[in-house]
């Protein structure tokens, strides 16, 4: 059990750029979330995945934001022109099934200049 | 509206000096009920599970418990390393997956 991995660890982009980031779940979760996180709060959900099944998604996923699962093992998170409002930690995890412990990544950290 | 509300938002404690930590909820049909510890610049490392009002979890120096409307994590005798932010989160009924955190409570241990 490695744990879930993300890349970039950090990311410093220019306003109106695209970032992508990648997410790695433990392997054998067939369920794999994205949340965001800004400074002095807790994580917000953005969405989620079960097996390459996109089932949920928060209305802070704007248009500029779409994630895919492909083949249902790791996860892609993009950015499309970037904001400064838009700075944050990216978190993702994953799960084993319903309702149970949500396990997380170190996070990706996005800097909009 | 689910809602998760952590109290104090800080604290200070003496190497030794046990405390509790507030969590409390308005999350339709709540299903899980879970602890995490987060250190500066890291993400969300899992403690416990609570499913159902009545339970409580133990940790070395980590005790979890939970009623109908809120969740304590009690903390006894604790050392600095239990420095870090801890967040509460709840899991509603009805088939959503989404974890709903509170602002967590930043506590400190001094030696």
């Known amino acids: 059990d490695t744990g879930v991995s993300q890349n970039p660890r950090h990311k410093i982009t220019k306003r109106g750029q695209n970032v992508t980031f990648r997410c790695d779940p433990i392997?054998?979760?067939?369920?794999l979330y994205w949340y965001r996180q800004t400074l002095g709060q807790g994580p917000e959900f953005l969405t989620y995945?079960?097996?390459?099944?996109?089932?949920?998604k928060s209305r802070l996923l704007s248009d500029r934001f779409s994630a895919e699962r492909p083949k249902g093992s790791f996860s892609t998170l993009e950015i499309q022109r970037t904001e400064q409002g838009d700075s944050a930690m990216y978190l993702c995890?994953?799960?084993?099934?319903?309702?149970?412990?949500?396990?997380f990544g170190p996070g990706t950290r996005l800097l909009v200049l | 509206e689910d809602q998760v509300t952590q109290s104090p938002e800080a604290l200070r404690l003496q190497e030794g000096e046990s405390s509790s930590l507030n969590c409390s909820y308005t999350?339709?049909?709540?299903?899980?009920l879970f602890w995490y510890r987060q250190d500066p610049g890291k993400g969300p490392e899992f403690l416990f599970t609570?499913?159902?009002a009545g339970e409580e979890k133990e940790k070395e120096r980590l005790k979890a418990t939970l009623t109908k409307k809120e969740s304590f994590l009690h903390i006894t005798a604790p050392k600095p390393e239990d420095s870090a932010t801890y967040l509460c989160?709840?899991?509603?009924?009805?088939?959503?997956?989404?974890?709903?955190f509170g602002k967590g409570t930043k506590l400190t241990v001094n030696p």
């Open positions: 995890a994953s799960s084993r099934g319903q309702s149970e412990t949500q396990y």
């Open positions: 392997s054998e979760h067939n369920r």
């Open positions: 995945f079960q097996n390459e099944a996109q089932l949920e």
């Open positions: 999350v339709s049909g709540l299903r899980g």
């Open positions: 609570l499913y159902s």
């Open positions: 989160a709840g899991i509603r009924g009805g088939g959503s997956e989404k974890l709903v």
